[in-house]
Structure formats: C-alpha cells, structure tokens
C-alpha cells in the first residue's frame, strides 16, 4: 500500500541507489539492438563550482532528453566532467594556503605547488557533480572525465602541436584584457562590466610649431558655425588620464571640416614632450565632445587597431601590476627630447599606481594650464570577476590561435544546415561575432593548467612537442651541441654570461604559462570520448546529438568547439546547439549575491523535492525567454508532485490493477474510450514538443492531462463506477484506471523521474507481490494511438458543461451549497441523449437540483451557450441581487483605478527611460492580468443584468 504522502528526502535517496545499482545509466543500457546513438557532453562546471539555478535548468534540459531518448530505445551516453578552472581553482588553494599561514605559491615553487592543487581536486574538488546527482542527472558517471585528466592532456598537447605546425599557433605582441591583481590575461567572458561614477577630464594638446586653426565656438538652427576662436591647440578627452603617457597620436574624422586643414601635422603630448601626429580616422566621432581622440595604442582596444591602420608606434607605460613605469622605458624615451618637463614626469610618476598617477597627472596639467574642463561622467569600467580591480589592455607577447581561418568551416557548418540554432535567431548572434573574429589568446600566466609545450633557445628558436624528450632532441639537431632544460632565470642567466656560441651545452627552458581553459574544454566532444586514439566510443557517439547549454558562452565555447570539431574530426562536433534562457528573481532580475536575490537550487531540492524543481524549470522553459522564477511556482509543482501522488492512491485503494495484455483498444465504456482517446492525444503533444526542444509546452501538456483530465475528470467519473458500476465495468475501468497511470508515468518520468521511478515499482501489475521487468528509466515511451474520437467528443462535452456551470456559479458567487436547477432548451436528440446518459454526473459535479428540457428559458435564468443547446441557470432567489451588484460595481472600479495607474505610468517618458527592463515588464503584465479581471466581471454584470 502507498504510504499517505510522498516524502521525496526519503524516496529520492532510495532511487538514486537503486539507479545506480543497476548501473541504469551506463552508455548503451536498455537500448534495443542495434540502436541508433543519440549522445550530449555535459558543458563542464568548474571543479571549484557548487550548484547555481543555471546549471540547474542547464542540467535538468540535458536530463528531460536524455532520459526521453533512452526510453525510446536509443543507445545513449550523456558524457560528464568538470573543468580544471585554471583562475578559479589558483585562487581557491592560494587562498587556503593563507588562512592556513602556510608558504605562498612563490615560496613553495611550482611542481609542489600543483601538487597540492591536486591534492585540493582530490579532497575538495568536484563536489559539483553530486549535487548534480541530488537532481536526477542521468550521465553515465563511470566516465567521468576531466579537462586536466591524462587522455585529455594528451589531446591538448596533440591539437596545440599540430597547429603550431600548421602555422594556426604563433606567438604574437596584442593587447590582451589584463588582470594587475592575478597578473594574467583573462578571456572577454572573466570581464564584468561595472557602472562607476567618473570624470571626463579634457585636455589641451598644443599644437606643434606654432600652428594654429579657427575653431567654431558658436553655432546657428542649422548647425552652421557663426563664430570662432583661434586655438594653437586641439581638446581631447579621456577618462584614464594616466595613459596619455603613452599617446602616440590624436584622430580626428576625414569628413570632420573643423580639422581638415590639421591632418598630417602634430601636436606635442603635454608633461612629455613627444611629437604626435594628428592622423585622419573613422574612429573619430565629430558628434562626440571635440571630435578630436587621443590614440594610445598600447592601452585601448580599438586605440590599438587605429595603431596598426595607421603604423603608430605602441608605448606601453604600465607594467604588469598597473604602475606607471617611465624611468628605463625605452619604448617611452625614443625620440622625445630630454626636458625639466620630462624629468618632473619620470620623478612624479615612476613606478606609482596607476589610480596614484592619475590625480598627480591632472593636476599637473591644471598647473601648466592644459586642463580645459572637468565633467561628471557615468561610465562602464571593465573588472576581472575574479580579481575584483579595474582590468588594463595591456600589450603583452601571448601564445593565439588563428580563429578566422579555423572559423570559417564553422560557419559553413551553419549557414549550410548541419549544424542548427534553437532557437534559430541565436545563428545572427554566432555569425556576426564568427565573421569578425579576433586572434584567440591561449595563454594564461598561471601555473594550474595545461603548461605550453614550448621551450626557448638562447637563439629565439621556440621549440614546439608534446615532450621535453622530443624538444630536447628537436634543440640538439638544431645546435649541434647537447641540451638541457633548465629554469627559465637559469637559463637566462646562462645565456647571458656565455652567449649561444660560448655554451658547452645549450640551455633551454619551458615556457612558463599556461592554455586557456576553453582551449581544452573546445576538445571536449571528441576528447572525452577517447581522441587521438580510434576508439569505438568515438566512433559511436560523435558527433554528438544536442548541445545544451547558456548564451553567454556561444563565443567561448561553442564557437571553438565548432573550430576544432571541423578541424580535427572533419564534422561538426553537434546537430543541434539548443540555447536556454537565463533564470531571474520573479521581478525579472539578474540574481546576483550583491543584490541579495540568488535563489540557492539544492535549499529548493530540500524543502520541495528535486520533481518539483525540475518541473519547474521545464514548465517555464519557453524558447527564447527568460524564467522568471518565485519559490512560489516551485511550491505549486510540489501540489502536482502530491496530485499523482494521491491519485495513484486512489487507484490502487479501488483496486486499479493492469492485468497482463490489457489492451485499451478494447475498452467499452465511454468514459474508459474516452480517457484512451485523450491518453494518446497527450502522448503526441509531449512526444512532438520534446522532439522540437519546445519543453514549456511538453511540461503544459502533460500537466493538464495529469491534473485536469485524468485526477479532476476521468477520475471522478470513475467512482460511481467503482462503487455502483456492474462487475464487468468495475474490472474495465480499474484495468483502464491503472493502465493510463502507467503511460502517465512513462510521459512524466523525463520531468520527474524519482516519483515516478517510485511509483513504478510500488503499483505493478496483477497480483501485490509482482515486480516491473525492468526500471521505468529502461522502459519504453509510449506510443500514440487513434483512439474514439466519438467517445472523446462525448466526454469533453460533458467536461465543458459542467465547467462551464461551475465557472458562472463562481462569478455570480453562488453560494457552495446552493443547488441550483438546470434548464435546457433548443438541445436536439443527440444533446438530450447524452444528458440523460450522463445525469448522475452533471447532478453531482455541478451541484444542480435537476436538470429539464424546456421550449423557452425561464425568467431571472443566468444563460450558457453549449452546443446548439442553451443551458439555463435560474438564480433568483439564489443569491441577493443588490449585494452582488454593489459588489461588482466596486471590484470594476478598483480595477479601472489600476489599469489608469500603470497607463499613466508607461506613458510617463520619465519613467520609461529610467526604469530597468524588467519594471516594466511586470508593470505590463499586471496590466493585461487586471483586463482580464475587468473582463470577467463585466460578463458577470451582464449576467446580472439579464436577472433583473
């Protein structure tokens, strides 16, 4: 016998064991032979990562098709494992390693260094993982694999040398987004925007030779300028002062006539006395402050492209921990004539932070009278999100992968249909950064990762293998001489006292950082399954089925993994890139820890149950929106966990039992014909919107059927059958009780898969003691049949009807207990036949008197439209008339004054400019929620009105 309530701590524990006793999600289990494959990678979380509500929706998707497929009969592998998180995981031990007053990462020295990450991954790391276990994730964890495991390694070294061979590795000196707290290069997606309240400071570059020109100062209706100042300098603004050091020319725009007559002449930078020449661009905005830009080349992004069109020399001022380095910069000292100028700058600011020199440097030029003007600005300042500081574009030599030529079989991939965005609007997204992307920076300035397998001569030769052994015999043909590898300071030290030609033996050492992260998570789909070696896995599963996964990272991972897959494994590495919305607070807001909204998804697993969660997440998983997500909506799902629940107890204290063959098409009774009927209907709306990554509507479908049809309908009229019913129908209606339960449970085990799996080995079929063939997890999706449409049509009228009666009593507030009688009139043979076949029901389930056929509605009768029938509900006398009257009368006015309330709110320009997004959105969704209200109690005035 079921127990009274559904305890998912307990239960889901229980089925976890059971699953993984039966090693029930093994690669292959419960296929039929010679199956086709149908395979998903796991995007890998971080080692140091604990469960957020991304990876729970993330997950929970990957686990609804997974499990969907398997129960189709396909050979499935959901492949699992973690990134080894080269930034976060650094952190996460240096960390320990100070609470615990133990030596530093410097002090301690790289190889026990890593040791001791290593030892952190075995104790600490991947705890992530079974959280993932607690929600139902269905992967096969007996290959578990990791981004830093020996068979990725070896992969990682095969793709780097190979490329490095082919001329798509190189070294090269580019900005890169730098981190002065971490002192490494961090990828686009470790940078926060952050809003800070700044200045825009103007500054005054006086032009060289004594140049001068007329600048406009006053301007007509049309934009004609009507008078001007003569200036023997330009105005440009900045709002990092500190990297006018580095200035190497001012832009202004071709079209730009106030400056025409400027282009090819100089300026002379302030505090430093360089040359710079005034260079025509399309960078420069005549719209924006003077039109005129300072171009540091060594310090700003597009600064650096306006460099490389124009051939500018690159200064860099700031060293890597963001001072200001000026006194043995050689860069900075060519070609600027020594000065008391210059020599103030050098004593002011060498070696200063970058923050420190910025208020000196301004108020340096207010002294020299080069400070025009000071304006408030509200700007975006990029932050390493780790770090936690302002990051610098700093120009530093890195380690890039050519990504335009290894792009442009992915975006073939694409545009040609072989590999397909859903939804499908994501594909603009991926062209338009695919089609202007950057060199890949693949190097990192850690220790914890996969070390570059380069090493260096004293000649500049790099040498490119996958080990020392190799690099060493590579180096000795090289120089003739034998070779060892030494510490880079060694080495350096070596080469310095003797020179190349003077060694005995050559020194060579290894570069000392390490691969990005997303270069060995871009292996992942064929990596993980075995490459480089041949391995049937790989020849099985790849190219992989689905890629599901966020948007945020369609440029960092999925767009490398589409370079490498085409690359290495002549396909693309996924069919189909499914890109899942974000989850947000209910007000529509991004959850972060600062504004104290993050909603913790294993604190939901505890309080309502993973079946519920997941659920959740599904139902709310519409294509291209956001979830808006309240504990409230979680708690609801739990009511529809206990709803089955409760039916399946239902059933089984009726004594619903599937004999052995029952075949629904067999039923008799209408009701029983009719709940087959609708059964299969519900098997093909959930099938179609799973196989359309539509799991919103799948969610829907299979809830009303669940909630409405089968618990609040077929069930209800069912009793009177278990109770009154002859033992023929009684034994039908049991079998067709417990046959439908099943297929319910197949359908819902993708969503919820520990009640169901519970369910299905406690309600067997035939005798108590009976057991399942095999696990739900291995059994078969059920499939749509054609049913009786007849017998459906009959029922669902019937369902109509009766809602219908319910519906009108709610809006008029009939009284619960009131029973009201039912007058029919315009009904032909067949309504009046289906009437009288089903009167008991409409008896009790609409709570009426009797029901009668009349040739003209009575007077004071509330009137429905069912069919070609009108059904007739006298209420005079029922309820009071002028009390209800009043009653709506106020409720449409409260609700009028809300609708004017948010109209004159969204039509406020104020408002709408200001207000976040999501503001405005809940102020639209409560207006359409309050029109609908106003429009059920106008149709219950009318009703009223109809009375009178």
């Not at 545009?415 to 890949?440: A, C, H, L």
């Not at 003739?480 to 030290?493: H, I, N, Q, R, S």
Request: glycine content about 8%; hydrophobic content about 40%; aromatic content about 10%.
């Amino acid at each position: 016998m079921l127990d009274k309530t559904y305890d998912a701590a307990a239960v889901e524990p229980r089925i976890s064991e059971a699953w993984d006793a039966a090693d029930a999600f093994k690669a292959g289990a419960g296929a039929e032979p010679g199956a086709a494959s149908y395979s998903i990678v796991i995007p890998p979380p971080n080692v140091t990562g604990s469960l957020h509500m991304g990876h729970a929706l993330n997950n929970t998707l990957q686990d609804i098709l997974v499990r969907f497929e398997r129960m189709r009969g396909r050979d499935v592998l959901w492949q699992p494992g973690m990134d080894h998180a080269g930034i976060a995981t650094q952190m996460v031990v240096e960390r320990q390693l100070a609470e615990r007053k133990e030596p530093g990462r410097r002090d301690m020295g790289r190889e026990a260094f890593v040791k001791r990450v290593w030892d952190w991954k075995g104790e600490s790391g991947g705890m992530i993982l079974n959280q993932l276990k607690r929600l139902g994730a269905s992967c096969d964890w007996s290959r578990e694999r990791f981004t830093m495991d020996e068979g990725l390694s070896r992969a990682v070294l095969e793709v780097f040398v190979s490329l490095y061979r082919e001329g798509l590795i190189y070294k090269d000196k580019r900005l890169v987004n730098w981190d002065p707290k971490l002192l490494t290069a961090i990828s686009d997606l470790e940078v926060e925007q952050v809003e800070i309240k700044g200045n825009l400071w103007h500054f005054r570059y006086p032009l060289d030779g004594g140049e001068t020109f007329e600048a406009p100062i006053a301007w007509d209706e049309d934009g004609k300028p009507t008078e001007f100042e003569t200036r023997d300098y330009i105005t440009v603004a900045t709002t990092r002062p500190e990297t006018m050091l580095g200035d190497t020319a001012v832009a202004v725009n071709p079209e730009d006539p106030r400056y025409r007559g400027l282009i090819g002449k100089h300026v002379i930078l302030p505090l430093v006395g360089r040359r710079i020449p005034i260079v025509a661009d399309d960078y420069a905005d005549p719209e924006a402050g003077s039109g005129a830009v300072k171009i540091t080349p060594a310090h700003d992004f597009n600064d650096f492209e306006v460099g490389r069109r124009h051939d500018l020399p690159m200064i860099s001022v700031l060293d890597r921990e963001a001072r200001v380095v000026l006194a043995e910069n050689e860069v900075f000292l060519a070609d600027v004539p020594q000065s008391e100028e210059l020599r103030a700058t050098i004593a002011a600011f060498d070696g200063c932070d970058r923050f420190d020199v910025r208020k000196r440097l301004v108020a340096m030029m207010e002294e020299a009278g080069r400070l025009d003007r000071i304006e408030d600005h509200l700007h975006m300042v990029p932050h390493g999100d780790r770090g936690g500081v302002p990051i610098e574009p700093l120009l530093t030599d890195q380690w890039y992968v050519d990504a335009k030529t290894l792009a442009q079989p992915a975006i073939a991939s694409v545009r040609e249909g072989r590999t397909n965005f859903v939804p499908p609007s994501w594909d603009k997204t991926y062209y338009e950064w695919m089609e202007n992307i950057q060199p890949w920076c693949v190097s990192r300035q850690l220790w914890w990762g996969h070390r570059i397998p380069a090493w260096y001569g004293p000649d500049g030769k790099i040498f490119v293998e996958k080990t020392e052994e190799e690099a060493v015999a590579a180096a000795t043909g090289h120089y003739g001489k034998p070779v060892e590898v030494v510490e880079m300071e060694a080495a350096l030290g070596r080469w310095e006292a003797a020179g190349a030609d003077g060694e005995a033996t050559i020194a060579l050492y290894r570069d000392e950082d390490v691969l990005d992260t997303w270069f060995s998570s871009a292996l992942w789909p064929f990596s993980t399954l075995g490459w480089p070696d041949k391995t049937p896995e790989l020849a099985n599963y790849y190219p992989t089925s689905v890629l599901v996964t966020g948007f945020d990272i369609i440029f960092f991972w999925v767009a490398r993994m589409m370079m490498m897959g085409n690359h290495y494994m002549k396909t693309e590495p996924f069919n189909t890139v499914y890109i899942h919305a974000l989850v947000r607070d209910e007000k529509g807001q991004k959850m972060s820890k600062s504004k104290g909204n993050v909603i913790d998804p294993l604190a939901l697993v505890d309080e309502y149950g993973a079946d519920a969660l997941r659920f959740t997440l599904a139902a709310m998983a519409a294509q291209g929106r956001d979830i808006k997500l309240a504990t409230g909506r979680v708690a609801g799902y739990r009511n529809f966990v206990t709803k089955l629940w409760n039916a399946a107890r239902f059933v089984e204290m009726n004594g619903g039992a599937r004999p052995q063959g029952f075949d629904p098409a067999t039923v008799r009774e209408t009701v029983n014909r009719w709940i087959v009927t609708e059964t299969g209907r519900c098997i093909t709306a959930v099938t179609e919107a799973l196989e359309g990554y539509r799991f919103n509507d799948a969610a829907g479908a299979a809830y009303r059927f669940v909630w409405n049809t089968y618990c609040d309908w077929y069930l209800e009229f069912a009793k009177p059958i278990f109770t009154d019913g002859d033992a023929e129908a009684q034994a039908e209606t049991r079998a067709t009780a417990a046959w439908v339960l099943d297929e319910i449970l197949k359908l819902l085990h993708p969503f919820m898969p520990f009640m169901t799996e519970e369910l299905w080995a406690r309600t067997v079929e035939g005798e108590p003691e009976a057991a399942r063939a095999a696990l739900l997890v291995h059994t078969r999706w059920p499939v749509s049949f054609g049913g009786d449409a007849k017998a459906a049509a009959e029922i669902n009228w019937l369902v109509d009807l009766i809602s219908s009666i319910r519906s009108i009593r709610a809006e008029m507030n009939v009284p619960a207990g009131a029973k009201v009688p039912l007058v029919i009139t315009g009904a032909n043979e067949n309504t009046r036949a289906q009437v009288q076949a089903h009167e008991a029901l409409i008896l009790r389930l609409a709570r009426a008197e009797n029901v009668t056929f009349a040739d003209a509605a009575p007077r004071g009768a509330v009137q429905l439209v069912s069919g070609e029938a009108t059904v007739c509900l006298p209420l005079a006398g029922v309820i009071d008339l002028e009390a209800e009257a009043a009653r709506l009368t106020k409720e449409r006015s409260r609700l009028e004054t809300e609708i004017a309330r948010i109209d004159k709110k969204l039509g406020n320009a104020g408002f709408l400019a200001k207000a976040p997004e999501e503001i405005v959105e809940a102020e639209k969704e409560k207006r359409s929620e309050y029109l609908v209200l106003r429009e059920r109690v106008e149709d219950a005035r009318r009703r009223l009105e109809d009375l009178a």
